[in-house]
């Protein structure tokens, strides 16, 4: 098992860096104006599915059996942590296209919102990192949870970036550094490894959040049922990858 320990951990930068690439990806859409924005939606109610059935049915009791009950304390605090930050650093943020100008001109209100959605990519990474230190199932049901909101966080970003003024290219890189969070997780976690009992539910706390507080109410902005299906989509596709895959 501790031979497998360095592949899982190569595994995870490069998971990580592809995770990083789908938020550039993200804010390239937002430059080219002529996709169809329903296609974010779609992965925005795939990815609330299945990110929170990665979170109770693998991540949360995977962290149990690291940590025992106290896990649990960890979860809530990794949920109030981001909960913290987006009422405090980024009161007008959300998924989605912004077009309210008026309340995100100018930098403070740009920055702010840009620095909320780094602590959301900085989680992504210690996700994605915990994931592979625990094992290589995990790693990749979490890593595609992360990349499935990979690229409506690059096009919230981009948006927000495009509604304050700036140019195409302050967008892209806005969404880069998005990126690069989530790669600085990733690596921070990869060596700190003997704290994987507190970066597992924690990062559990986070997903829980993002799906629930974040993307479902983005969800239920359009209440038709494709977008319900997906939702439900979302949470069978990991409970047949776990069927399959994870015996």
């Known amino acids: ?74 979860v809530l605090i990794g949920y109030f942590l981001i909960h913290l930050f987006e009422h405090t650093l980024a009161p007008h943020f959300h998924f989605g296209e912004e077009t309210h100008t008026d309340e995100i001109h100018g930098f ?44 409506p966080e690059g096009f919230t970003v981009a948006s927000v970036v495009l509604a304050s003024g700036k140019g195409k290219a302050s967008a892209i890189r806005a969404a880069a550094l998005l990126g690069g969070a989530t790669l600085a997780g990733v690596l921070l976690t990869s060596q700190l490894q003997s704290q994987l009992r507190y970066a597992l539910p924690l990062a559990g706390g986070v997903t829980v959040y993002v799906a629930a507080t974040d993307l479902l109410p983005e969800v239920n902005r359009e209440p038709n049922w494709r977008m319900a299906l997906l939702v439900f989509a979302g949470v069978a596709s990991l409970l047949i990858l776990r069927g399959l895959f994870h015996l």
């Open 1 to 74: 098992m501790m031979n497998e320990l360095p592949f899982r951990i190569a595994l995870a930068a490069l998971l990580g860096l592809v995770a990083a690439a789908g938020n550039v990806i993200g804010g390239y859409f937002v430059v080219r104006r002529e996709w169809p924005r329903k296609y974010l939606e779609y992965f925005v109610a795939l990815g609330a599915g299945y990110m929170l059935s990665v979170a109770f049915v693998e991540v949360i009791p995977e962290s149990i059996h690291l940590a025992g009950e106290r896990a649990l304390l960890f």
């Open 108 to 151: 403070h209100a740009r920055n702010t919102v840009l620095l909320g959605l780094a602590i959301h990519t900085f989680f992504d990474g210690v996700a994605i990192a915990a994931g592979f230190l625990v094992s290589t199932w995990l790693g990749l049901v979490i890593f595609a949870a992360v990349f499935l909101h990979k690229l």
